[in-house]
């Protein structure tokens, strides 16, 4: 998925192009209108998941069954769906509804922050956390679930 992110009233010849030229090279390429949506949506399964399985080393399956591991994943969720309410972004409902009861083929999976972490890399904490932690600041959000998950994961990569 390919698109512009500020809005406009006619498409962009450049991305038109790239879309055109990505297809030629064999690459799946799609222009939508709606791309901070789907970069929100996106954002949404990664800070939800990302961040709590690499910080217990436990793939999604195994936070989803356990009751508190469950209840910070709601939470955050919760945080940053109320964080993108406050910016415009519209989530859509099945999406959000079916972020926490995924089906049986993701239960077995493992983040890609828990593989970076399991192979001494760099987790992206900034790009998935800290962005919208700067976020919520500037809109005067409140979200301490995923700010507590940002400075535990600091600490972790840290002493790793």
């Known amino acids: 998925m390919i698109g512009e992110w500020q809005s406009r009233a006619h498409q962009d010849v450049g991305l038109i192009e790239l879309e055109k030229r990505l297809l030629q090279a064999g690459a799946a390429a799609c ?7 789907i970069k929100w949506e996106k ?3 990664n800070i939800t998941y990302n961040p709590l399985t690499a910080l217990t080393q436990t793939r999604v399956g195994t936070a989803l069954k356990d009751p508190d ?9 919760a945080e940053f769906l109320n964080l993108a309410d406050k910016r415009g972004i519209i989530i ?4 959000k509804t079916g972020l926490l009861t995924p089906d049986e083929a993701i239960q077995n999976h493992k983040t890609s922050m828990l593989q970076d972490f399991e192979n ?3 987790m992206e904490l900034d790009a998935i956390l ?3 932690i700067q976020t919520a600041k500037q809109c005067e ?5 995923i700010e507590t998950l940002y400075h535990l994961l600091c600490f972790l990569e840290r002493s790793h």
């Not at 469950?70 to 955050?76: A, C, G, P, W």
């Open 43 to 45: 954002l949404l399964w």
């Open 92 to 95: 859509r409902e099945d999406y």
């Open 130 to 132: 800290g962005f919208v």
């Open 141 to 145: 959000v409140s979200v301490p679930t």
């Open 69 to 77: 591991l469950k209840l910070l994943l709601e939470r955050v969720s």
């Open 120 to 122: 001494g890399q760099p």
């Open 31 to 37: 222009i939508t209108s709606d791309i901070k949506r």
